[in-house]
């Protein structure tokens, strides 16, 4: 087996999330602060800013005259959905390659965050829950330790499939089993060291198991509800397919219906060309 | 040439050059279809059970669903030849997340729709692998018929 600190040590060979978005989450969280303050710390970053550009004028976003400044961006996308495209485009980079141990091609482990992250976000303003933004960038962050784990996982493949196939474990709970810890825990571990909300690394250690987050439990179902969906419509899905837990009594708490239910999934297909490029631009 | 088969699509071919194929199939079903004496083919990704959700979305986008989508295969086949005696039928798909029941088990409701639809219509199913928590992938060549399902984390398995 694999020492386990070797594994938690490899959490440093991910990209760095750049101090922008530290900067941009500190302005989010701030009641005082002012799009003048988001236009800024922007501005002063210029991939952050061509990339922003880019994502808020692809087809995606619909608009008739293409944004040409960051503050022309948040004016008419607003504050909250000019945060999401620029944590998008820096989380990218750590989720775009190929994850052999989960059977993920280049692109796959991308295409399902950022798919998570927007059915979350659809999710949570139909719930009419305040922090969207905290929901969408643990959404799109919650796999983060798959980045990790991966090729621990790739290793040790017939070992947890052959427990999963068993029957009685989930493809988390075999990766724990197998190796000592779980792309959950590890992705949490992340974001602690990138310094994230408390919240947020509630909401990634616990995705899978909505009920044990302390935190922000309600957030935690609703991008445990987003990510069962992604699997449910094999967005970007993995050797891990659908193998995980369902916690259909914290889920039922939220009041959807089935028809809330099938209607995100529906709206979601219709759009799923324009999510293609933006997923092709990062 | 490998003609991709998109969640909520179909494509229906009569030349020898394609090969149907859809990826990802979660609680989705993938349905093949083919004639081999006409030698037409054709593949389906439906999403969901039921069109009542949304009459009009399903005008736009009938594959969505299994009541809109199924009869448009059969009938798109038979625009290029096929005859439905003749027809072999694959099934894969309707996976479901682990502890899922109820509504929420819509890989479930789908497998329930495809086999009410197809037995109204007495078309009998060939070959299904359905249900479980895998990810699959079905592609059909229109050349001969052949079908290749692909079982997340396993090898092809050709049909």
């Known amino acids: 087996m694999t020492d386990l600190r070797t594994i938690i040590k490899d959490i440093a060979k991910l990209k760095p999330i750049p101090q ?39 087809a995606y976003y619909a608009r008739p005259k293409a944004f040409e400044s960051v503050q022309q961006a948040i004016v008419y996308l607003g504050m909250d959905e000019v945060v999401d495209i620029v ?164 889920i039922e708490k939220l009041g959807l219906s089935d028809e809330d239910l099938q209607v995100v999934m529906v709206d979601f297909a219709e759009k799923i060309d324009e999510i293609e490029q933006l997923i092709a631009l990062n | ?50 069109s009542e959700l949304d009459q009009s979305k399903a005008r736009r986008r009938p594959f969505m669903f299994a009541d809109t989508g199924i009869p448009r295969l059969f009938k798109t086949a038979y625009e290029l030849g096929a005859k439905k005696n003749r027809m072999r039928v694959i099934v894969a798909g309707g996976a479901q997340v682990l502890d899922q029941h109820g509504f929420f088990n819509i890989g479930q409701r789908n497998q329930a729709a495809l086999r009410n639809i197809l037995q109204r219509n007495n078309v009998m199913i060939d070959y299904a692998h359905v249900g479980g928590s895998a990810n699959r992938t079905l592609r059909l060549a229109v050349r001969d018929g052949r079908a290749g399902l692909k079982v997340s984390g396993q090898g092809e398995q050709i049909l």
């Open chain 1, 87 to 250: 944590l998008m485009s820096s989380s990218a980079k750590n989720l775009k390659h190929p994850q052999k141990g989960y059977g993920l091609k280049a692109g796959d482990l991308w295409r399902n965050s950022l798919a998570s992250a927007l059915i979350s976000r659809e999710l949570s303003q139909k719930l009419n829950m305040a922090n969207s933004h905290l929901i969408f960038t643990s959404a799109l962050l919650k796999d983060i330790g798959k980045a990790v784990l991966g090729q621990y996982v790739w290793a040790s493949t017939k070992d947890i499939c052959a427990l999963v196939e068993g029957g009685d474990r989930s493809f988390q709970e075999a990766e724990k089993n197998i190796l000592g810890i779980d792309h959950a825990e590890l992705g949490a571990m992340a974001a602690e060291a990138w310094q994230f909300s408390p919240e947020m690394v509630d909401i990634i250690r616990h995705h899978h198991q909505p009920a044990n987050a302390a935190l922000a439990r309600q957030e935690t179902v609703v991008v445990h509800l987003s990510d069962t969906i992604c699997m449910m419509m094999g967005i970007g899905g993995g050797s891990d397919g659908l193998a995980y837990r369902f916690d259909q009594t914290m």
């Open chain 1, 20 to 58: 922008v978005v530290n900067k941009i989450l500190a302005i989010q969280q701030d009641p005082d602060s002012s799009m003048e303050d988001l236009a800024r710390v922007i501005s002063h970053d210029a991939i952050t800013t061509a990339n922003l550009l880019r994502a808020a004028n692809s």
């Open chain 2, 1 to 50: 040439m490998n003609i991709v088969v998109g969640v909520a699509d179909m494509k229906v071919s009569n030349d020898p050059e394609k090969v149907l194929v859809t990826y990802s199939l979660g609680s989705c079903i993938g349905i093949a279809i083919y004639d081999s004496v006409a030698r037409v083919g054709g593949l389906l990704h439906f999403m969901l059970p039921d």
